[in-house]
């Protein structure tokens, strides 16, 4: 007996991609799209404390290579009181801060996306009456503060306690920059992650992206050490916006109209991002195949 072929559904399928069910159970149950935002919110949020034994061991781990971090930085200044317009108070805070943003900001990496297109589920997602920009965006953005209570504010604490690391200058400003240092990166992230819809294997492109991310945010070292004109053209792309810029606000390195001119950058080139986000994805959607047995 011969085996039938594959069926391919295509995007317009209101079979796989229909909503009309979707839109019928949100209106008896008188669920808006924001509460389905705040219930992905909350349960990334939760899922973080799935594993605790894990967070405390990444939180060593984060301790450990922090006092490695520090001892580094601080033979720079080799007695003197300044590097950079830094301080060794600035240092120590630094190290704390670029530690303690790790996990939330997914510094290291982020392929969440990228594995749903290879594996097919992300249609799946596409069923959901939400967009599927909005649904991970929810969805990291509970991640992100669950690891910020978890391990960054711990992580926060000891600094503090070991190594007398600085409280924010300002602290309302500083906060308000942290959030959009997330969600610039966040656009990032994503961006990176939309290559699946074109690379059968995008991971090798993802990796790059992370070093490039780890280089050109401050993560690995302070942008004020870098050459200057390394600085000059790092300050025409939104990689200082994901981590530097949260950093020098808290230092005190920014002050008065400097501030609000930052934390102006960091909106506008999140809105930007995102702006890209959308566009991509609506291109990579129409060469997205679904294929069902």
């Given amino acids: 007996m011969p085996i039938p072929p594959r069926r391919r559904w295509p995007l317009s399928s209101p079979l796989l991609f229909g909503k009309t069910g979707w839109r019928w159970i949100l209106n008896a149950l008188d669920v808006g799209p924001s509460a389905l ?79 749903t297109i290879h594996r097919g589920e992300v249609a799946t997602d596409l069923l959901r009456p939400l967009s599927l920009l909005g649904f991970w965006t929810a969805q990291d953005a509970g991640r992100a503060a669950g690891q910020f209570v978890l391990r960054g504010v711990p992580m926060l604490l000891l600094f503090a306690l070991l190594w007398d690391a600085r409280l924010p200058a300002d602290p309302l400003p500083t906060a308000l920059s942290a959030v959009l240092a997330w969600a610039c990166g966040f656009g990032y992230r994503f961006l990176v992650n939309c290559a699946a819809f074109w690379s059968p294997d995008a991971v090798g492109i993802g990796r790059f992206a992370w070093v490039l991310l780890g280089l050109g945010c401050g993560f690995l070292m302070p942008l004020r050490l870098f050459p200057d004109p390394l600085q000059a053209a790092l300050a025409y792309t939104p990689f200082p916006h994901m981590l530097n810029t949260t950093v020098e606000l808290w230092l005190g390195l920014k002050m008065g109209a400097e501030v609000w001119q930052a934390l102006a950058l960091q909106a506008g080139w999140t809105l930007a991002l995102f702006g890209l986000c959308a566009w991509v994805l609506r291109r990579g959607l129409r060469r997205l195949e679904v294929a069902g047995g």
């Fill in 37 to 115: 935002y705040a219930a992905l919110f909350r349960l990334g949020f939760r899922r973080q404390f799935a594993y605790l034994q894990a967070a405390v061991w990444g939180l060593v781990t984060n301790l450990f290579f922090g006092a490695l971090r520090i001892s580094i930085l601080l033979a720079l200044f080799d007695g003197r009181p300044q590097v950079a317009g830094l301080t060794g108070a600035d240092a120590v805070t630094y190290v704390a801060l670029t530690q303690t943003f790790i996990a939330s900001f997914a510094l290291f990496g982020w392929s969440d996306l990228m594995r």
